[in-house]
């Protein structure tokens, strides 16, 4: 099995920045990756279900953040716990993509939420794929609209 070097580490967290970044957006050259962790800047009125591990997250200076977690919960809880808290902050907002197919068009809907939170003008899209029946991939895009 092959050694993982510190250097190998470092050359994947630029690939992985790069990846997520375009070289034409000035931004892009303060994006934080961070390994298990969330930014400074998360919303305080965006509530972790119960069970929640962070994998990480991503973080441009305009307030965009993507965030990875998995949940001990089944995916449909988890939806059912967001829908109800961000219902109390926000407001729940039409699914804006649009897949190639019904049963992709069906699936989309069963896994994804959108907010607009008030306070703070940010869109939040809620992804709760099921990594087994009690495991869930949760996924928070939040994008300021300001």
Same mark, same amino acid.
């Not at 992709?104 to 809620?126: A, C, E, G, T, Y």
């Given at each position: ?81 967001? +829908?109800?808290? *961000?219902?109390?902050?926000? =407001?729940?907002?039409?699914?804006? %993509?649009? &897949?190639? #197919?019904?049963? /992709? ?8 939420? +959108?907010?607009? *939170?008030?306070?703070?003008? =940010?869109?939040?899209?809620?992804? %709760?794929? &099921?990594? #087994?029946?009690? /495991? ?11």
């Amino acid at each position: 099995m092959q050694q993982i070097t510190d250097e190998d580490v470092a050359k994947l967290y630029t690939l992985t920045l790069r990846l997520l970044t375009s070289s034409l957006d000035e931004s892009s050259q303060h994006a934080q990756l961070l390994v298990g962790q969330l930014p400074e800047g998360f919303p305080k009125e965006i509530p972790l279900p119960p069970g929640t591990n962070v994998i990480g997250s991503f973080f441009l200076p305009l307030g965009n953040i993507k965030a990875i977690f998995e949940v001990a919960m089944p995916s449909h809880e988890v939806l059912t716990f967001y +829908r109800q808290a *961000l219902a109390e902050v926000g =407001k729940e907002l039409g699914i804006a %993509a649009v &897949p190639r #197919s019904r049963e /992709l068009l069906q699936r989309w809907h069963d896994i994804n939420l +959108r907010f607009r *939170l008030n306070q703070s003008w =940010k869109d939040v899209i809620v992804t %709760a794929a &099921p990594l #087994s029946s009690d /495991l869930t991939d949760l996924r928070l895009n939040i994008h300021s609209q300001i």
